[in-house]
């Protein structure tokens, strides 16, 4: 890795790592940022500003995935290298990993990492003090269960930089992936969707396909929903594909989303392969909605694409 050339922005390892090489790409990626880190010694941080890279590639996509027979520590090692990193002299500027600083996206599906390391690998995102620049994160495929780590780190971020908190903080991630992680086995998805009322989460897209996710207790996923709905805008994608979802759940939906009469944001809504399938009415509604959400943030791209025109002038 400390050899590829600058223009090298995205990498990707499908299956094709075992410990021995993971641990030396993890090497690699470590030493090329204690060589940039050197070469940032010398620099004057008041005009170069601190997370630019001086020397060595900026990733912006890195996947490592399918690969369930990695052990766990080397993920915990490598997850370090997304984190800040203190500058040498003790001054205190903060340092992302250089090879990581530009790092937008990440695909670690198909790992079976398990609740504990996905919830490490979020302490970082949703860390303020961390740097990180994550905005796409894919964990499906990773056994995340029941959640409850999961469920802490989130539940942290929420009560230390809420906007009603004393220090309101919005992360970078835009996009989680959670797909296919038997999220059925507790109320993680039910929690997620709750926290992202009033936007809290700050997440515009996520995906919590194949996870055989239905009515929890009585409560209703396309209820809650609902609430996120009408509280926030942020919200344009869910995929909630191939789970149990019952046909009064999707009705009620369709009914309620139609009483906010267009004042939505949500542009997708993933319900394919659902079991019980949908009907053809409920397919039209669906889409309805649906339409309602695209005409708004349409119409919201082209009144923001005319203020920047008009500032350019």
């Known amino acids: 890795a400390g050899s590829l050339p600058p223009w090298v922005t995205c990498l ?26 050197t070469d940032n010694n010398s620099l004057d941080h008041s005009v170069i500003p601190q997370q630019s890279s001086v020397a060595g590639a900026a990733f912006e996509f890195l996947a490592i995935c399918n690969s369930p027979g990695l052990r766990g520590e080397i993920f915990m090692s490598f997850f370090e290298l997304i984190g800040s990193q203190l500058h040498p002299s003790g001054g205190g500027l903060g340092f992302r990993h250089p090879s990581l600083q530009s790092l937008v996206a990440l695909d670690l599906s198909g790992n079976l990492l398990g609740d504990d390391s996905v919830a490490a690998l979020l302490s970082i995102v949703y860390n303020k003090d961390s740097l990180c620049s994550l905005e796409r994160l894919d964990v499906s495929q990773n056994a995340i269960c029941s959640g409850d780590s999961t469920r802490q780190v989130l539940e942290q971020y929420m009560k230390t930089h809420s906007r009603s908190s004393s220090d309101p903080w919005c992360a970078s991630l835009s996009w989680l992936g959670l797909g296919s992680n038997n ?33 929890w207790d009585g409560e209703d996923l396309l209820q809650v929903l609902l609430r996120v709905l009408k509280s926030g805008r942020m919200l344009c994608s869910l995929d909630l594909s191939s789970n149990s979802l019952s ?4 009705e009620e939906f369709i009914e309620g989303a139609k009483s906010l009469e267009g004042s939505h944001w949500l542009a997708y809504l993933g319900l394919t392969n659902n079991e019980p399938p949908l009907n053809r009415i409920q397919i039209y509604g669906i889409k309805d909605v649906l339409s309602q959400g695209k005409i708004r943030r349409v119409g919201r791209f082209n009144v923001e694409k005319h203020q920047t025109t008009m500032r350019l002038l």
């Open 12 to 37: 990707t390892f499908d299956n094709v790592l075992s410990d021995v090489s993971f641990a030396q790409l993890v090497s690699a990626l470590k030493a090329m940022g204690q060589l940039d880190l």
């Open 183 to 215: 999220l059925n086995q507790g109320r993680l998805a039910l929690d997620i969707l709750e926290m992202m009322i009033d936007d809290g989460l700050g997440l515009s897209a996520i995906d919590l396909s194949n996870n055989d996710l239905s009515e």
């Open 247 to 250: 046909n009064s759940s999707i």
